[in-house]
């Protein structure tokens, strides 16, 4: 049998890593797509110096909170936890299909930032939702609320609904202008979140 103080300890560095990151993941694509014409009158070099260091501060700060950022420790239970390894297995395998269509340039947003033109992707993944990526970052915020059941996971998990329809919101904003017309017919085709059935384009998924 597992140690219950070991599964405690588990449990609470396994909340720890998402509670600090996501908050600044998230404020992150808010700064980014607002205002991605000032960041280009910046320079990709400025913006993510400036970016990234208010995200490793953010993370620094949180991490010296944690225990407050944690709030209390629900409990073990099984059941949880086996469907909290569900969906963090599901999100891991869906960013490894991601991460073979986007290119690390384009995960951190270099194209909004540079005002480069970029490729509309539609293939793969794509063809099937907009938005696998937020998909993800869903799947592993639920996965690590279930799995590790602190009340402040749970309470960011369901902050991160509303806070990524609105950073997508912002980032088709942004794709319109940046894409005109094939995005507008691509948006058309595919939704937002919720998968289409059927089979995937295979074309560019690797």
Sequence with gaps: MFDPEVLTRARYWIAVPLAISLPGAIAYWFVIHPFAGFWRRRGVRTTFGVVMTALA??????????DRLLGQDLGFHPAFFALGVVFYACG????ARVGR?????????VPEVSGEGGELITTG????TRNPRYLVIFLVAVGVALST???????QAAI???AIYLVVLL?????????????????RRVPRFV????ALDSEGDG
């Excluded at 993944?125 to 099937?128: F, M, Q």
């Excluded at 088709?172 to 094939?182: A, D, I, S, W």
Aim: aromatic share 14%; with cysteine; net charge positive.
């Design 195 to 198: 998968p289409r059935l059927g």
């Design 101 to 109: 269509q986007l290119s690390r340039r384009t995960l951190i947003g």
């Design 92 to 95: 891991v395998g869906l960013q």
């Design 149 to 155: 059941n602190y009340a402040g996971v749970w309470l």
């Design 125 to 128: 993944l794509y063809s099937r």
């Design 57 to 66: 501060l953010s993370i620094l700060f949180l991490f010296l909170q944690r």
């Design 171 to 187: 980032e088709e904003r942004e794709l319109r202008v940046r894409f005109g017309e094939p995005y507008l017919d691509y948006c």
């Design 160 to 162: 991160l609904c509303p």
